[in-house]
């Protein structure tokens, strides 16, 4: 009995002596809870520098975005493959995730060696390698007629811009293949795929090791935002809000950082806590002066630190009675799992005497102990640093949440957290030390990080999925050039048939003569009154002109008219015309005075004189009754008489597109043609009186109205219209009519981006399938909002900020697609004018027998003046199908009041002389 107490006594003793030895030897790795705190502080402060723009490209720890932007919500399914390369072990698998709507997920894998000559060889052969072997699987596992996506597991730094790309910052760990580096991974890989003719395997994500973990770890616990590697190397990754992403574009909502910890201290940050043997570990490394934390922590690390502290023990003969081994002497002779055998609970004595004998050692009871000991002392160091950094992405992930306390999952994987039989408790106690607010829960992936992978493989697939949806949605208003001569050709053929007597009355494109019969010629003058009534703004004007100097000063307000007005009765609208006269007239100081009037009016007009115009028929937005098939010359008269306050003489009803041209054919007497592209879409042209068969004599020219808008409602171009148009169509006021200014002009635009929008948020690609009420609301998207959002300056926050003032709460994804959609309808727009326009143009130079023509455009209208590509697409297509015509684009500045005066004042000059004779 007494010799029991007496031996335990002895051991006992002798333990402690030991620890004490080994304690002080290692004096400098055991790291006091200050300093871990400390250490935690310095993570933060790398973290930060790593996410902010300015910092990050000299910061240690990189902060890799990830482009994963949501942990799995059950909804993923899917068969996929994936690799898993950059750990221990190389494997090749095929999952299968959700199974008949069950959260299921099945794998079959197959593992397959990484030699050093192909790890450490060229890079080429490395892809071709990887590539030679999902063959042999796909091949064993019957999957090669399979067209698959492919989710790409790669545990190495990568820079992203997108999910299916990753630049190679620089090899970590074992590998070391040339030529890699500054290359993206999933190129290389797809290039030597491609040696395979029978392989058809679409890469549609590269994720981390860390970043597969965390997914597969929150497949089970949607708490899951954390995930950490603590294998060969070790790195972390977690959730961070996209506010403090400076890399990425948009603030919306969460993303994955890939943080790189290994490479915490590689700017020295470190310093002051790493020991001689970390020095001489990096010297002796693949990387020297890289991932120095991860040095100092990981599975590929731990037991060379064991041996070189027990070599420099054995040298200074605390070990081994100073005797050393050529095996101790040997780099890479004691692994972790050594390591972890060592300190094994109950066996962990019994296998270090073991091990150390195998390393060709003859150690005592004590050097076991001590040797133990050094064991427990490298491995705990591990598990605090591991425990600081991480307590400093909770901490952080607290404080981003804004919460007092935090409840969360980390996932963990890796071949030292799970065959060291400490370490992980060690770990959850630390961290759970340095940060109490935090309830933290440790969760073991037990599939490794290719169930995770598989996850984000099956969000990227469902995402290419909707983008071919929407790119089908897109293709329809997309026009190809053939299309585009095609409406040309059949504008052209309109054009003719509304001159010809005989087609005249049925034709579609109406070619109104206007008794408009030359440019000004700078004679012109006098005091004029305009009316300028069918644009986004009522006006009137006082417009003087001066003779000689072609000068002209205007003055004017803008009116509005309350829909009501636009909507009600004849009577009602004409009298409201005139009260805004009155009122205009009293502003001016004018009261009482009888002015000569030019009236444009943006509608088509049946016109007999200059002075006569019935309308045919409204078009736009206003709708009063009583008034098709009168003369509104005759109808504003009668409402002036009706209020018998003043009179005015009224000389001319024009049209907006003719006032256009007369208000630029006074600055640029080339400019015989008027183009509006507003509200409505209309052009007017100068045309040989020869050509105009509805008017008799053939002298001159005279400018013809074509009320192009009206072109294809006799169905000619139904086969470029989509349904989308045909909708928009049928909410109109004129259903049926006017098919070509519903596809072209300002106040249809936005109404075809809204039915487009509404088809795909029915097909769940858009406002997470959400249709609101706002959607739902006719008009909403006036052209200034397209122009907004199609603006090349804009961010696309700022996008966003636009959507959501008109009430659609969107993502950035969904702000993406909406810009996307304005700007093929808008494309299409401008492409089609384009072709219009070619078509008179080209008319016009056959017309005159020229081999060139050179002739000015006079343009106005919101859509052209505010949206920042229409213009320019208008003129180009021009340019295309017209090639052999020079048009210069004149915008009119002051709108066509002016030339609706100028109109006037030549009509008045004829009245006059016809008086006189
Ligand atoms: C595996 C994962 O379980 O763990 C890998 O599937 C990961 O993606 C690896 O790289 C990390 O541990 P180790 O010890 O193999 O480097
Ligand atoms: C204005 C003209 O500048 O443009 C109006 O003065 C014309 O006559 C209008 O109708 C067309 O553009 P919008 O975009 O206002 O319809
Ligand atoms: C290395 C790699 C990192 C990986 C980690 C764990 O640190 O650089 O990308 O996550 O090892 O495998
Ligand atoms: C509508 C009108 C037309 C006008 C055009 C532009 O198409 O019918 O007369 O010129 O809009 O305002």
Same mark, same amino acid.
């Given at each position: ?6 031996? %335990? ?7 402690? !002596? ?28 790398? /973290?930060?520098?790593?996410? %902010? ?88 596992? #019957? ?44 190129? $290389? ?19 981390? #090791?860390?970043? =597969? ?32 992403? !400076? ?19 590689? #700017? ?107 064991? +427990? ?50 770990? @959850? ?50 026009? +190809? ?36 019969? =030359? ?34 000063? /205007?003055?004017?307000?803008?009116? %509005? ?24 007239? &009293? ?59 003043? #009179? ?11 006032? +256009? /041209? ?31 068969? /509805? ?23 139904? &086969? ?57 609301? $006719? ?89 920042? @590509? ?15 015509? !020079? ?31």
């Amino acid at each position: 009995m007494f010799a029991v107490h007496l031996m %335990a006594f002895y051991f006992s003793k002798l333990k402690e !002596d030991q620890i004490k030895k080994v304690d002080r030897f290692l004096y400098h790795m055991r790291l006091s809870d200050d300093t871990l705190l400390d250490i935690m502080r310095r993570f933060r402060a790398e /973290m930060e520098k790593g996410l %902010a723009k300015d910092t990050n490209p000299t910061a240690a720890v990189k902060m890799l975005p990830t482009f994963v932007r949501a942990i799995p919500d059950g909804s993923e399914n899917g068969e996929f493959l994936s690799l898993d390369l950059g750990g221990s072990k190389f494997r090749v698998l095929k999952v299968q995730v959700a199974e008949e709507g069950k959260r299921h997920v099945q794998m079959e894998s197959q593992f397959y060696p990484t030699p050093n000559e192909i790890i450490r060889g060229n890079g080429t052969e490395l892809f071709e390698y990887v590539a030679d072997c999902l063959a042999d699987f796909m091949k064993s596992k #019957d999957l090669k007629h399979k067209k698959l996506p492919l989710g790409l597991t790669f545990s190495f730094p990568c820079r992203q811009t997108k999910l299916e790309e990753g630049v190679l910052l620089s090899w970590t760990k074992k590998f070391k293949a040339r030529g890699v580096q500054d290359t993206d991974v999933v190129s $290389r890989l797809t290039k030597a795929m491609r040696r395979h003719k029978d392989m058809d395997v679409d890469i549609l994500a590269l994720v981390n #090791d860390t970043v =597969g973990t965390m997914m597969t770890c929150a497949y089970d616990d949607p708490y899951c935002e954390v995930g950490v590697i603590i294998g060969t190397g070790t790195n972390a990754c977690y959730m961070e809000d996209m506010s403090n992403i !400076d890399l990425v574009e948009g603030d919306e909502g969460r993303m994955c950082i890939n943080t790189e910890w290994g490479a915490f201290g590689d #700017d020295g940050a470190l310093e002051d806590i790493r020991t001689e043997f970390d020095r001489e570990l990096d010297l002796g490394s693949l990387n020297p002066g890289k991932q120095m934390f991860e040095k100092m922590i990981s599975g590929l690390y731990l037991g060379e630190l064991v041996r070189l502290i027990l070599l420099k023990m054995a040298k200074a003969g605390l070990l081994f009675g100073g005797e050393k081994s050529s095996a101790l002497h040997t780099k890479g002779k004691i692994e972790t799992r050594h390591v972890a055998a060592m300190e094994k609970y109950k066996e962990g004595l019994a296998n270090t005497r073991e091990i150390l004998v195998d390393l060709g050692l003859e150690p005592s009871e004590a050097d076991c102990i001590a040797v133990q000991h050094v064991c +427990t002392i490298v491995s705990f160091r591990s598990a605090n640093l591991c425990a600081a950094a991480l307590a400093a992405i909770l901490t952080r992930l607290r404080e981003n949440k804004k919460v007092e306390r935090l409840r969360t999952t980390v996932g963990v994987d890796g071949t030292l957290y799970k065959i060291h039989p400490q370490y992980p408790k060690r770990l @959850h106690k630390v961290v759970r030390k340095l940060v109490p607010s935090c309830d933290v829960r440790f969760l073991l992936s037990e599939s490794g990080s290719t169930k995770g992978a598989a996850m984000v493989t099956a969000v990227a697939s469902r995402v290419q999925a909707q983008r071919k949806q929407i790119d089908k949605v897109l293709a329809l208003f997309r026009l +190809t050039r053939e299309q585009l001569v095609d409406v040309q050709a059949k504008m052209r053929a309109e054009l003719e048939y509304g001159l010809k007597k005989k087609s005249h009355g049925l034709a579609t494109v109406r070619m109104l003569p206007t008794y408009v019969c =030359g440019l000004p010629d700078g004679t012109e003058k006098g005091k004029f009154l305009a009316l300028d009534l069918g644009g986004t703004n009522f006006r009137v004007l006082l417009v003087k002109i001066r003779s000689g100097r072609r000068s002209v000063r /205007m003055y004017n307000k803008i009116f %509005a008219i309350p829909l009501e007005i636009m909507q009600g009765t004849g009577e009602e609208l004409f009298d409201h015309i005139v009260q805004c006269i009155a009122d205009f007239l &009293d502003y001016m100081g004018l009261k009482g005075a009888s002015l000569p009037l030019g009236f444009t009016f943006s509608f088509p007009c049946r016109q007999m004189s200059i002075d006569k115009g019935t309308l045919i028929g409204w078009t736009k937005g206003f709708k009063a009754t009583d008034c098709e098939g009168e003369d509104v010359v005759d109808m504003l008269r009668e409402a002036i008489k009706r209020r018998n306050e003043f #009179d005015l003489d009224i000389v001319a009803v024009v049209n907006d597109t003719v006032g +256009t /041209m007369m208000t630029c054919g006074y600055e640029d007497p080339n400019c015989e043609i008027g183009l509006i592209a507003g509200t409505g879409s209309n052009m007017c042209y100068m045309e040989d009186m020869r050509n105009i068969e /509805m008017v008799e004599g053939d002298e001159g020219k005279m400018c013809i109205n074509t009320e192009w808008g009206g072109f294809g409602d006799n169905g000619c171009i139904d &086969d470029i219209r989509t349904r989308y148009d045909t909708e928009v169509d049928e909410g109109s006021l004129n259903p049926g009519k006017q098919r070509y200014e519903k596809m072209t002009s300002g106040m249809y635009l936005g109404e075809i981006v809204r039915q487009i929008l509404i088809d795909l948020t029915k097909q769940g690609l858009l406002f997470r399938g959400q249709i609101s009420e706002r959607l739902r609301t $006719r008009g909403i998207f006036e052209t200034k909002f397209l122009s907004q959002i199609e603006s090349d300056r804009l961010a696309l926050l700022q996008v966003r900020t636009i959507l959501q003032q008109l009430g659609l709460d969107s993502t950035c994804e969904d702000s993406i697609v909406v810009k996307e959609v304005c700007g093929a309808v808008s494309r299409r727009a401008a492409q089609l004018c384009g072709a219009g326009l070619a078509a008179v143009v080209e008319k016009r130079r056959e017309d005159q027998g020229l081999e060139h023509l050179r002739i000015t455009v006079g343009v106005d209208g919101t859509l052209y003046k505010l949206h920042p @590509h229409f213009s320019r697409i208008l003129q180009e297509t021009v340019k295309e199908l017209a090639p052999r015509c !020079d048009v210069t684009f004149m915008l009119s500045e002051d709108g066509s009041g002016k030339g609706a005066a100028l109109i006037t004042a030549v009509a008045k000059r004829l009245q006059q002389a016809q008086k006189e004779n």
